[in-house]
């Protein structure tokens, strides 16, 4: 909960909403949580735990539902963390379970990345998957991804939209794809760089509020 945007950042989003710009959100976590977190007005849609909420700009939250096999593997992922000791480093979600290490020690790094291997393995196939993120683990249903949300979000924009998706983890990786097949933009934001499908890498904050400055003046 300690994840705010960097200075300026709130500032900025509000210019590029009120100028007629969209913007949508694209998390891992809880829509609600995103939208405590961002705390500006008007708050622009939300799509958490990787496409499978949607806060709409009114308020509106709607979930897609997960099927009896999905809610199954979770609670008994979810159960089988608690019984190794790690219910404090758990977040549950809809249609997802995370395993945090950020913060641990490199004996504790190691016994975490174990047991959640093991234990999200065992649960995965056809129906939920598994993959690190930066910090830690995490199992997903399969069935919607950050990808999945920007299709959903592109095809009600209108023709001929200017676009562009800006991500820092591996699961933003779905995203930089789909953007992509739409000749969207598709940007790493890290202060280093990795391997990624991304077109460009920009470092925060200043590259980044540079960006968005001159995305704001589209409008």
Same mark, same amino acid.
């Given at each position: ?6 200075? =300026? ?22 829509? *609600? ?17 990787? =496409? ?6 009114? =308020? ?63 649960? *995965? ?21 950050? =990808? *999945?949300?920007?299709? *959903? ?67």
């Amino acid at each position: 909960m300690a994840a705010v945007p960097y200075q =300026g950042i709130r500032e900025i989003l509000t210019q590029i909403i009120r100028a007629g710009g969209r913007v949508s959100l694209v998390s891992g976590r809880l829509a *609600s949580e995103v939208a405590q977190l961002l705390a500006i007005d008007p708050l622009p849609e939300i799509w958490g735990c990787h =496409g499978w909420e949607r806060l709409r700009t009114n =308020g509106t939250l709607e979930r897609l539902p997960l099927s009896p096999i999905q809610e199954e593997g979770l609670v008994r992922a979810t159960e089988r963390l608690t019984r190794k000791g790690w219910q404090a480093r758990l977040e549950t979600k809809h249609g997802s379970l995370a395993l945090h290490w950020r913060g641990a020690s490199e004996q504790e790094h190691y016994r975490l990345h174990s047991d959640g291997v093991e234990v999200m393995r065992a649960v *995965s196939g056809v129906d939920l998957t598994f993959r690190e993120f930066d910090g830690g683990l995490e199992l997903r249903a399969v069935g919607r991804d950050k =990808g *999945s949300a920007v299709r *959903s979000i592109l095809a009600d924009a209108p023709t001929g939209s200017v676009c562009a998706y800006l991500g820092d983890d591996q699961t933003d990786e779905d995203a930089f794809t789909e953007v992509k097949k739409d000749s969207g933009l598709a940007l790493l934001i890290r202060t280093e760089v990795r391997p990624s499908q991304a077109d460009g890498w920009i470092t925060p904050p200043d590259e980044l509020l540079e960006f968005l400055q001159r995305w704001k003046s589209l409008f």
